[in-house]
Nanobody, 126 residues
Framework: QVQLVESGGGLVQAGGSLRLSCTLS????????MAWFRQVPGKDRDIVAVINWNSDTIQYADSAKGRFSISRDNTKSTVYLQMNSLNPEDTAAYYC???????????????????WGQGTQVTVSS
């Protein structure tokens, strides 16, 4: 059974940085698209960034471009989200997701993903 375990969330001041990590077990990590989503209460879970198996296809939400960076280490079965220049609007629960289906373009929606982590809270204070 595939499991995803996230870490790295927390409380940070505006302008600060955090790095989230997500480790996959129970599957062959290099077979999966990996993504980060975020969700605030009462709203949909939205894509932040997605990365394909060999890191040559990466896509970011507009809100993340220029501030966030997604990367993966297939030897460690881990995907990362480096978040810089954080602002209070980035406050959310962040979720790691994995999908091994074939896609013509990077999967960007919650329904594309079969496996989810438990979420890690990121809170940015002003």
């Amino acid at each position: 059974q595939v499991q995803l375990v996230e870490s790295g969330g927390g409380l940070v001041q505006a302008g600060g940085s955090l790095r989230l990590s997500c480790t996959l077990s129970g599957g062959s990590f290099s077979n999966y698209y990996m993504a980060w989503f975020r969700q605030v209460p009462g709203k949909d879970r939205d894509i932040v960034a997605v990365i394909n198996w060999n890191s040559d296809t990466i896509q970011y939400a507009d809100s993340a471009k220029g501030r966030f960076s997604i990367s993966r280490d297939n030897t460690k079965s881990t995907v990362y989200l480096q978040m810089n220049s954080l602002n209070p609007e980035d406050t959310a629960a962040y979720y790691c997701a994995a999908d091994r289906k074939l896609h013509f373009s990077p999967p960007l929606y919650q329904y594309n993903y079969d496996y989810w982590g438990q979420g890690t809270q990121v809170t940015v204070s002003s």
